[in-house]
């Protein structure tokens, strides 16, 4: 760090209050945040605008932290590049909270500048309103973000500590979104538990073969968590319903970031909304999805909207990362609850083709998926190397500080809590596809208790002798995978080479590499 940096320490709330004498519009209702924007906007067959960005996709090569990274003056500069922005430019400024846990809330601040409000528009319906007194501001945010998409050098810049983040060059709804979600798991971890970025759900229902019981009572309560990579599977099956008939049921309570803590309870971070992918969204296939992607009260963005309002979701004319934010209070699956009171089971969601349909898991192994972070690259991160096979740890591009502080965290916790964990594949084995249905009847039978399990001479690994409603026989690694003792070899050492890379990771954890 450059001891002739300019350093910015004043605190968050002295910031940009000077912006607030001039041009600054301050907590605009969602309608006109609408109108600002209404220039920009298609409206789609279902009454919602929809909007197409220049940028549609994170830049995750183009953001550093001042914790990992070794911040210079030009990347101080940044920061107060953005503040004068918005010291000279009218500003829309939004105040919201992320998060309802007594630990884990904070108040956020976002500033865009006015012809950007659509930004502002779908990041208000992510989070909650936050309660000021009549004719006064809000409280003081903890976190602020200041997005300056009117810059030809795209970067995005984070001051953990202070909870300042500089978005420059990018006009991006995701980039906003995870400025404060990246803060919220930051501080989780200094508050001694694990942000996760991972979905959480309540399940409720009968465990045992039957599945019933002969006078209807008895539901037994199963806490799930789901880490994967955008577009792999991750919102899908945190919000299904697990083909459960009433009373029992499967409730979703958060889609993308939450925080493990050491007592057990998830504290969840999005209280009003979700941030879903739209390409090829199945009405069939996702119906309590569809319903809140096509509800009027939807954000759609870089979706192919024609001009008379018709919606293409299969379409990639604008990306394949297409986005709507969506209300939690129009998706079906999900509950009024963003707090998982405890956690049971942890997936890990891959799309490696040599791994079965599921796995168990043993602390150390469920450390080793965490570190591996294994799957394929999705058009929400890189969309030019979309489908190549990808390494990030515990499948979250937004970890700061250490990643091998990260796992062994992870291992106590999950050790201390006694969780069981899992590594889930969702896309194919050696070409054998493994289809939505496949892993919803493995976690439904997993909630269930009625998985039985056997040790694999192909992999090593613990993996099911029978699940209920499914053939097993027929995701033999063994069977589907061409040479793969080879391919497994290679893996191995692949996956030796990546762990031996994070020199605070523990050596149990490196010896327990599969």
Known sequence: MSDSAPRVRTPTTALLDPVEADGVVYDPSLERLREFSENLETTTEFGSPSYVSDHRSRNADRTRNEVDDDFDASDYAHVEDAIEYARDHEMVCLDRRMGRHPDHSYRCRLYVPKPYARIALAWAKLFEPVTAEDGQRAPDPDFVTIQVPERDEVAVRVLPDDGV????????????KKSFLRLFMYHAKRGGGLGLHAGSKRVRLRRGEAGADDDGDGLDEVGQLFLGLSATGKSTLTAHGLRLDEPEEATMLQDDVCALLPDGTVAGSEGNGLYVKTIGLDADEQPAMYDAVTHESAVLENVDVADDGTVDFDSDRHTSNGRAV?????????????????????????????????????PEEAAVAFMLGESVQTSAGDPSKAGEAIRVVGTNPFIVGSKGEEGNRFRDLVTDLDVDCFVLNTGDLGGTDI?????????????????????????????PASVPG???DAFSVADNVDDHERKLAELRTERLVHLDTFEDLDEEIRDAVY
């Not at 060059?169 to 995701?174: A, H, V």
């Not at 939690?328 to 997936?347: M, T």
């Open 470 to 472: 499914m053939d097993v």
């Open 435 to 463: 289809g939505v249905e496949d892993s919803v009847t493995i976690l439904r039978e997993l909630a269930r208790g009625t998985v039985e399990w056997t040790d694999d001479e192909a992999t090593g690994l613990t993996v």
């Open 165 to 176: 983040t500089a978005v420059l060059g990018s006009d991006y709804t995701g980039e906003a």
């Open 326 to 362: 969506i209300q939690r209070e129009h998706l079906s699956s999900a509950g009024e609850d963003v707090d998982l009171e405890s956690v049971d089971q942890v997936f890990f969601i891959t799309r490696n083709p040599t791994m079965p349909p599921v796995a168990k898991l043993s």
